[in-house]
């Protein structure tokens, strides 16, 4: 698969600051890509980088094959954290002048911003001034000015921050159906369950460094710890949460007398189920067996919790 | 370029449309006028104010004199004692009273004459009175020569002296002064337009921060362009600001003089007054030619030299300050904490006025003017100051403008060089009241 970024050993330092060190992705063509971090750790300056606000001390960064220069403002997209509009100006003319500095023609402009006001309905507000939009209102101007120009690579900083759920969900459609468009999305965030239904790629960045990257369901397979959920019909608990105990970590163990179900956590040395579900076929009726996969969210945490320095 | 134009466009266009800056282009004008006219209605008021004395005249001589002086009324108190005379002059509330004392001669008459008054009088108004008993005095000792009073009237007209410079231009008395007071005008001029649109600028870079639109628009252009686009957005809609001030000023001026009927006479008049010149008659052909004179001096300026440094220097340094100005809105979060960062800005500017109207007023040419003429950060006013005697001889020497022009753009280079550095790191920063320690780092990033 191709790829429409890639950076190679990015290191930048402000002053005595290191915000990024060494740091290489490949970011593939069409697809969402979840660059999580927590607060600090570089993500900001990577985005920026990318976006040649800012350059990188060494190293270099390839959009679609090719060194960055400044002609790929054109065809990046970027929604920042920080972000927000004059205050004076009308909406319309606003959207205009920001669809114009990257490029499109007053004509071109005016007519994807009619159609783009229309598809989120908000076509009346043309003529209203920034400063008579609420915070949500606001943000779904600069997610049409940041998709306006038909990007190839888009980024998105926290795009759901100021949302209500609702137009957070319209938002989320809008960024899917941009991707099914043909887009390749760069997707900053620290809220796991919309990566964990975004994104198909994640690049974790901590302390300067990546620490992770690749594709979300590999990683997650390597993430799994060989722990099931077990849930057995016995008439009687027995022994054997004791005897498997004695072998296997074993968690929460319960036994509700009434369904005479024994539910538990365990942890097999292997993948090899084999000999478990033998065992436990023996003693009753294996009501469910089922292998835990690690959220994003526990990748996450247990990762940054082990790379901290 | 394409960019650059939008940004200019849209910086012009927010300033313009802003309603402070409607209403200040016009009611500026409206509120200049009118202080003027209620100043000249004041002096107006104030002159017409005829000041009351009296006049106790034991003498034989002054019988009439003091009834010449200007916009003093004279009551003349006969037969009362001086005690009498000043405890009524006292009770009447008039201004004073002059006492001229019974003597057989008018130098002794004058020796022993007294003024009494409640509080001590003004100057004009006691030169006005001498000048009345001096005139008498000098006419008895020119008539015991021989000399007649027509004949003095004669011989009192003025004379000046005829200059040249060494090339045998004819130069004109004065014409320093006024060179330099029309120096300073322009000098002032760029100072306020500095300080005034200089200010706009960090605003309206400060306004970017705070809104947050910043990094939404440097995703697009070059930090640089954002500033410079800003910088002469502002100045364009200052430009613009500036000839409606001049036009509307103009046109309300003349309304003005139309409705006080205030002609260049009543003018003078209020504002220093000659008395001593009417009272005594004195050759009133010698005012008109001094206007005469001063018009030749006006016409002899370099105007149009002038205007051309005058737009160079303006652009040139108007450029370096603002710049200056947006590097510090970029470095803040908001306009109190620029304070710290105001005063070396507007010290030079300071300087370079107070010098100007000091030392370039006394010697155009000086060493200190000369010096502070080259200094990039103050050229641009005092040189101003200097260049309204012309450029070359007698003026101001061509290695000067020459240095002092290359200087001005070399440092105008490096100080935008320097200020977009600050302000490429600045306007992504937030949260921090950053000190001179950090504004130095950032150059390094």
């Known amino acids: 698969m191709s790829t429409i970024l890639a950076a190679k050993g990015v290191s930048k330092k402000f002053g005595d600051h290191i915000a990024l060190n060494n740091v290489s992705l490949e970011i593939p063509k069409n697809c969402i890509y979840g660059l999580l971090g927590p607060n600090g750790a570089g993500k900001t300056t990577l985005i920026r980088i990318i976006n040649q606000i800012t350059y990188p001390d060494t190293g270099a960064v390839f959009f679609d094959g090719e060194p960055l220069k400044p002609e790929h403002i054109a065809t990046i997209g970027y929604l920042p954290e920080e972000r927000g509009l004059y205050k004076s100006m009308k909406v319309g003319e606003q959207a205009l002048y920001l669809a114009q500095l990257k490029g499109l023609s007053k004509a071109e402009a005016t007519k994807r911003l009619k159609y783009w006001f229309d598809r989120l309905d908000i076509g009346d507000w043309w003529n209203k001034k920034v400063q008579e939009l609420s915070k949500g209102m606001a943000q779904k101007i600069q997610f049409v000015v940041t998709v306006l120009h038909q990007p190839k690579l888009l980024i998105f900083d926290e795009p759901f921050s100021g949302f209500d759920p609702i137009n957070a969900n319209i938002i989320k459609d809008e960024i899917l159906h941009l991707k099914d468009e043909g887009a390749s999305i760069i997707f900053s965030t620290h809220r796991m369950e919309s990566v964990e239904e975004l994104c198909e ?20 397979k390597e993430y799994k710890n060989n722990i099931f959920n077990v849930g057995l019909q ?76 | 370029m394409g960019k650059l134009s939008l940004i200019i466009k849209r910086e012009y266009l927010a300033k313009v449309k802003n309603k402070s800056f409607i209403i200040m282009t016009f009611l500026s004008p409206v509120l200049m006028v009118g202080m003027v006219a209620l100043v000249l209605y004041l002096a107006m008021l104030n002159g017409s104010d005829k000041r009351v004395i009296t006049v106790l005249n034991e003498s034989s001589f002054y019988t009439d004199d003091f009834g010449k002086m200007e916009d003093v009324s004279v009551v003349k108190l006969k037969n009362l ?3 009498q005379a000043k405890d009524s002059t006292e009770q009447l509330g008039y201004y004073g009273l002059v006492y001229v004392p019974n003597a057989s001669t ?17 100057d004009g108004f006691l030169n006005e009175l001498e000048d009345i008993f001096q005139y008498r005095l000098k006419q008895k000792r020119l008539e ?9 009237a004669a011989i009192s007209k003025n004379f000046s002296i005829h200059t040249a410079t060494f090339q045998g231009k004819e130069n004109l008395k004065g014409l320093n002064e006024l060179n330099a007071i029309i120096g300073g005008g322009f000098g002032y001029l760029i100072m306020m337009f500095i300080i005034i649109y200089g200010s706009f600028v960090m605003r309206s870079v400060i306004e970017e921060k705070t809104s947050r639109v910043i990094e939404v628009i440097i995703s697009s252009v070059k930090p640089f362009q954002l500033m ?25 001026f003349l309304v003005v003089f139309l409705i006080f009927d205030l002609d260049m006479e009543a003018l003078e008049n209020a504002g220093s007054g000659l008395p001593q010149a009417k009272a005594m008659n004195v050759a009133s052909s010698g005012m008109e030619e001094n ?3 001063y018009a030749e001096m006006f016409l002899q300026i370099p105007w149009v030299s002038l205007f051309s440094f005058f737009l160079v220097y303006f652009i040139l340094g108007y450029l370096i300050y603002s710049s200056i100005y947006a590097a510090i809105g970029a470095a803040v979060d908001n306009e109190t904490d620029t304070q710290q960062f105001m005063l070396p800005v507007i010290s030079p500017l300071m300087l370079a006025i107070y010098v ?83 504004l130095y780092k950032w150059l390094k990033y």
């Open chain 2, 144 to 152: 015991s020569l021989g000399v007649s009073e027509d004949q003095y």
């Open chain 2, 81 to 83: 004692t001086l005690e």
């Open chain 2, 228 to 252: 410079m686009g800003k910088i002469i957005g502002t100045s364009l809609a200052g430009v613009t600001q500036f000839v409606i001030w001049v036009v509307s000023g103009s046109i309300l």
């Open chain 2, 356 to 438: 100007g109207f000091i030392s370039v007023f006394s010697n155009p040419h000086g060493p200190v003017a000369v010096g502070f003429s080259l200094f990039p950060l103050t050229s641009p006013i005092v040189m101003l100051m200097r260049l309204s005697s012309g450029v070359g001889e007698g003026g101001v020497p061509v290695w000067q403008l020459v240095v002092s022009i290359a200087l001005l753009i070399v440092t105008f280079l490096s100080i935008v060089w320097l200020a977009a550095k600050i302000y490429r790191i600045g306007i992504l920063m937030y949260g921090k009241k950053p000190s001179y320690k950090d």
């Open chain 2, 291 to 293: 206007i005469q004179q």
């Open chain 2, 106 to 122: 008018l130098e002794e008459a004058t020796k022993e004459s007294y003024f009494y008054s409640k509080e001590s009088p003004t």
């Open chain 1, 201 to 220: 790629y994640i690049a974790l960045i901590h302390q300067s460094e990546k620490i992770l990257d690749g594709k979300l369901s590999d990683i997650k």
């Open chain 1, 234 to 309: 016995v008439s009687e608990q027995n022994d054997i949460v004791k005897k498997l105990g004695d072998t296997h970590q074993i968690w929460a163990p319960t036994y509700n007398k009434q369904d005479e179900q024994l539910d538990f956590k365990i942890q097999l040395p292997s993948n090899d189920t084999g000999a478990l579900l033998g065992y436990l076929s023996e003693k009753g009726k294996v009501n469910h067996f089922v292998e835990t996969i690690p959220s994003a969210n526990d990748i996450f945490i247990q990762t940054v919790k082990s790379k901290t320095k």
